[in-house]
């Protein structure tokens, strides 16, 4: 067994105690370990499916407010991310932030505190494992870019899906108290648009690949009163995620991924972080999500019916990255 693989279960596994497969209202999937690190400094938590130990390594972080699950099933019950990776050669790991979930922080933790912690669960995680590819969504990529730049075997390849850049990235102003408190009383209000489920609550795409019944499935999923949902918000942009040296950065392939109903602001801070990596020697890539031709497709396609043609689409950019650098020497 390779060397990675050994480190990720010393990383994640020294103190773990495997749970059973599934709850008992979910699907079952032998294959996938659900282990968490009882450390009480660092709760964490992530579901592995090791299939092979010469498989390449890609490691899945959640948006803020979901558990790593979200890459176990999609919105309806069926198999998700991680099963179509394995069954196409990789190994999976699906990370839950510090804070939701099953990765309960100790009731000490600040949010200023939590965030710095699951800023460093991706990093241990990507290390430990040496991924090929880390996919991110939301809030998660400043995390993944702050990994990065602590240790280039933090992952070869990421894929940034709506991405939220570090402190300095883009010009995107922190929200305020008010509007995180909003968002919780609203939240399918909030999570419409930010799905990609139609222009208007209540009006779905048609054709979405969530429509209204995954759409309301997800909703369950959100850990709307998890401190990791309000760190990220109201906190968690703050020193914990700045990078202060990016010499790391440089030479890392990055796909930016625009989900559907993206505002104008959000386009353009998109464009500043592109700009950004780039001025730090990142190899940036961008891809729409409406221009896969997969109709009715949301910002979550990780959860609706296209989700396998999505995942298919990173996979093959991330081989070819990959395959690039060898032969160019790079």
Sequence with gaps: MKRPILLLFSILALHATPAAAQEANQPRFPMF????????????????????????????????????????????GSPGWQAYANANGWNTYSLSL????????????????????????????GVGTQAQLLIAHGAPAAF?????ALDKLASKTAVLLD????PGSQSRPAPTVDEVVAESRDLEKAMFRRWGAGKSPGRFARDSDLGKEGFDAMLQRVQRDQPAYWATLVT???????????????????????????????????????AWLRERGVHVDRMALTDLGLPGISALPMSGRHADAVLEHFLAWSSAQTLDAAETGR
């Excluded at 790593?68 to 309806?76: P, R």
Aim: with cysteine; net charge negative.
């Design 33 to 76: 370990l659900d282990t968490g690190s009882g450390d009480v400094e660092l709760r964490s938590h992530a579901y592995m499916s090791i299939q092979n130990p010469d498989y390449p390594q890609l490691v899945f972080v959640p948006d803020r407010g979901l558990n790593g699950d979200i890459f176990l099933t999609k919105a309806d």
């Design 98 to 125: 510090v804070g939701c979930g099953k990765a309960d922080p100790p009731p000490t933790d600040d949010l200023v505190d939590l965030t710095e912690k699951s800023v460093f669960g991706v990093y241990q995680i």
């Design 144 to 148: 993944a870019i702050k990994a990065r």
């Design 163 to 166: 991405a939220w850049g570090p």
């Design 236 to 274: 968690g942009f703050v020193a914990d995620v700045r990078v202060a040296d990016p010499a790391n950065l440089e030479g890392w392939h990055v796909l930016l991924v625009q989900g559907p109903y993206r505002s104008a602001d959000e386009v353009r801070w998109e464009d500043e972080l592109a």
